[in-house]
């Protein structure tokens, strides 16, 4: 039964992900800035490989960058300029949820403990998805991965850079 509820909130964050896409497209919203390439519609992806194969790398991913980012989104929405009761605005709020709760129902369960020593690896991860989406952002002036500006939401910038510091501390104690 913990298995199938494990596999079933992955799959609904793949789904909200999907379901987003496809109503974008339906009602001739779709932008190169609807593709799925912000760390949370990813995040669904990693939801998705970790409820249909459980391992350590999909499991730090989703605890040091999903949970996170998650949380940041959460605190600091970028929907809320949508009309509440929409679906891009409920969709969002659902899948910053589900993203955030899903490693913490993991770690909760017993089914997955996070692994400092896994960090290097994620940051490794994140720096390629950075490299990858740069050209993007520059090509098609896009904001993937928030990393030219936040929105001007000034809680993101704040925790981009404590991010950025604490990384580079890690680095340089190890």
Not at 3 to 18: Q, S, T
Not at 93 to 121: C, D, N, R, T
């Amino acid at each position: 039964m913990r298995r199938r509820l494990e596999i079933g909130v992955a799959m609904f964050a793949l789904f909200l992900e999907v379901s987003r896409m496809i109503e974008e497209a339906v009602t001739d919203q779709w932008h190169i800035t609807s593709l799925p390439l912000q760390l949370c519609s990813i995040s669904a992806f990693f939801c998705a490989w970790y409820g249909i194969h459980p391992n350590k790398l999909a499991g730090n991913l989703l605890y040091a960058l999903s949970m996170p980012g998650a949380a940041l989104a959460l605190i600091s929405p970028s929907w809320t300029m949508l009309p509440v009761w929409s679906f891009n605005h409920l969709n969002s709020a659902i899948a910053h949820i589900v993203i955030f709760s899903y490693p913490i129902m993991l770690i909760a369960g017993g089914k997955f403990k996070p692994e400092l020593k896994e960090l290097p690896k994620v940051l490794a991860i994140l720096a390629a998805m950075c490299l990858i989406v740069t050209p993007i952002n520059e090509g098609y002036n896009a904001n993937f991965f928030f990393i030219g500006y936040a929105y001007g939401n000034p809680i993101s910038t704040i925790c981009a850079g404590i991010t950025l510091l604490s990384a580079m501390r890690f680095f340089l104690q190890s």
